[in-house]
């Protein structure tokens, strides 16, 4: 979809591919999944080429459920708001694999919130657009001008904000830890406008088979590595804990992590270095908060880490970043 909207915008398609290190073959098969690499190098090229900041959030405002294909539409014909964004965590993953979305009740209102891959945690283009995408979807199924509680956006505030408010018309909390909007639950109930049950009931079986055929997450590592970044701020799960969610003894995960070539430190060492450089690139928190993040207890031992990943000091990163 990058690529289409890019196109648009009169950016060459061949020159996004090359930089992207992909080909139309790869796009042409049905059954392929771009790599989140891929992804991550796409959405640098296309913001390389458009020198407004607000592009993003400018895509996201105006996206329609249908460019979502089938799992859009299993959101366009859900019976209510609610209902459509419970469908959307199960089947985030036929969207991409750089996207996780998560439902978290409170007593009047409910979270909605976005991870994605690592290597876009904190790039502004990636999170205005997935998140004013979700809220545009929201409105337009609904046929109603939603109104978050709040919106959270885990960037520095940018000088000019004015397009957000425009669109949010709600408080605005920029650098935030996550990258989330506060619905009232009286939102989450509002009916879909083009609600039909059965209809509704064939796409599920169609999102389903689809899902099977993934295989739920690629390999095991991937799977553990998601739980990881899901929990990592309130302290690193433990191997029983992990366990429990991927539905395997300890003994059970470590043989099957060892069987794809890794560990499950290893798998946890390896998200902590992905998610470092940008944390601190961003250049909003603090180096003990990267290290809390991070499920640090000690930032002086997250110091020591970061030194043998790569060869500077978390300080020094960010002086040579900036």
Do not use: K
Not at 177 to 194: E, G, H, I, K, M
Not at 277 to 287: I, S
């Amino acid at each position: 979809m990058h690529l289409e909207w890019a196109a648009r915008w009169g950016v060459p398609r061949a020159e996004l591919l090359r930089e992207a290190r992909l080909d139309e073959a790869q796009l042409r098969d049905p059954d392929a999944r771009i790599p989140r690499s891929a992804i991550v190098r796409l959405w640098h090229a296309v913001a390389a080429r458009r020198p407004d900041p607000t592009f993003g959030l400018r895509l996201g405002t105006t996206t329609r459920a249908r460019e979502f294909g089938l799992v859009g539409y299993t959101l366009a014909y859900s019976q209510t708001v609610g209902a459509a964004l419970q469908r959307l965590t199960r089947y985030d993953r036929i969207l991409s694999d750089t996207l996780v979305v998560a439902l978290e009740a409170q007593d009047e209102a409910t979270w909605v919130r976005l991870d994605v891959e690592p290597a876009l945690h904190a790039f502004r283009p990636a999170v205005d657009f997935r998140l004013a995408a979700l809220l545009a979807m929201c409105r337009e199924i609904a046929a109603a001008p939603i109104v978050p509680l709040t919106v959270q956006f885990p960037y520095r505030r940018p000088e000019d904000v004015r397009a957000y408010a425009r669109f949010y018309r709600a408080p605005l909390e920029f650098g935030a830890l996550t990258t989330a909007f506060l619905l009232q639950n009286a939102d989450l109930a509002r009916p879909v406008v083009l609600s039909d049950a059965t209809l509704t009931g064939y796409l599920d079986r169609l999102a389903e088979q689809i899902l099977a055929a993934l295989g739920g997450e690629d390999t095991l590592r991937e799977r553990v590595r998601r739980v990881l970044w899901s929990e990592l701020s309130a302290g690193v799960p433990s191997l029983e804990g992990v366990g429990r969610v991927v539905g395997m003894s300890p003994r059970t995960l470590q043989r099957r992590l060892r069987e794809e070539g890794t560990t499950f430190s290893a798998v946890l060492t390896q998200l902590r270095q992905d998610l470092a450089r940008p944390l601190l690139r961003d250049g909003r928190l603090a180096v003990a908060e990267v290290a809390f993040l991070l499920g640090y207890e000690d930032p002086s031992a997250f110091h020591r880490a970061f030194r043998r990943w790569f060869r500077l000091s978390p300080r020094a990163f960010r002086r040579a970043s900036g």
